[in-house]
T-cell receptor, first 114, second 113 residues
Framework: GAGVSQTPSNKVTEKGKYVELRCDPI?????LYWYRQSLGQGPEFLIY????????DSGLPNDRFFAVRPEGSVSTLKIQRTERGDSAVYLC????????????FGSGTRLTVV | DQQVKQNSPSLSVQEGRISILNCDYT??????FLWYKKYPAEGPTFLIS???IKDKNEDGRFTVFLNKSAKHLSLHIVPSQPGDSAVYFC????????????WGLGTSLAVNP
């Protein structure tokens, strides 16, 4: 596709449930980033992939959060035992290389934990 | 503790006038700075960037100024247009393999016709 695609666009889940958020980057982009944005805040870094490997996962808040990118393209962010504080917009971005800071962002997945 | 600060939550200007959005940072190790624009229900869109070795970068109506000694940067939009109304985020990145961006809280710009 022409842009970064994130699905679902909205997700409502009950506290304690497991969720998966999907990101389809721009074809050929080797770098992929996950950020999350809470209301009234700027985006907060979660994890960065270069190819299939997580080059920096220092932003994952705890071990309930995990992300994979098995074939170096699509990435899935997985959240176990969701908590109300996980409610946010989860943003995915990709760039041609890790040296290009002008990421292209998707529209995000709005996660609401009730 | 906010390493990138945008102290004005909102700004309102008249169409055709200059918009000046400000950003301050605390970490002297930041070596690259970016501005993103965000419309509601969309992801941020890259606007313009500047390396720490420069003090100015211009792209059409958008100019970013960097004052390293003051740890301050600003985005100038001239002339401002109603379509520029959005939230503007300042972001910064460090050196080496650290590619993550540290973001400010954003400034909501309203350009009035």
């Amino acid at each position: 596709g022409a842009g970064v695609s994130q699905t679902p666009s909205n997700k409502v889940t009950e506290k304690g449930k497991y969720v998966e958020l999907r990101c389809d980057p721009i074809s050929g982009h080797t770098a992929l980033y996950w950020y999350r944005q809470s209301l009234g805040q700027g985006p907060e870094f979660l994890i960065y992939f270069q190819g299939t490997g997580a080059a920096d996962d220092s932003g994952l808040p705890n071990d309930r959060f995990f992300a994979v990118r098995p074939e170096g393209s699509v990435s899935t962010l997985k959240i176990q035992r969701t908590e109300r504080g996980d409610s946010a917009v989860y943003l995915c971005a990709s760039s041609p290389t890790s040296n290009n800071y002008g990421y292209t962002f998707g529209s995000g997945t709005r996660l609401t934990v009730v | 503790d906010q390493q990138v600060k945008q102290n004005s939550p909102s700004l309102s200007v008249q169409e055709g006038r200059i918009s000046i959005l400000n950003c301050d940072y605390t970490n002297s190790m930041f070596d690259y700075f970016l501005w993103y624009k965000k419309y509601p229900a969309e992801g941020p869109t890259f606007l313009i960037s500047i390396s720490s070795i420069k003090d100015k970068n211009e792209d059409g109506r958008f100019t970013v100024f960097l004052n390293k000694s003051a740890k301050h940067l600003s985005l100038h939009i001239v002339p401002s247009q109603p379509g520029d109304s959005a939230v503007y985020f300042c972001a910064a990145s460090g050196t080496g393999n650290n590619r993550k961006l540290i973001w400010g809280l954003g400034t909501s710009l309203a350009v009035n016709p």
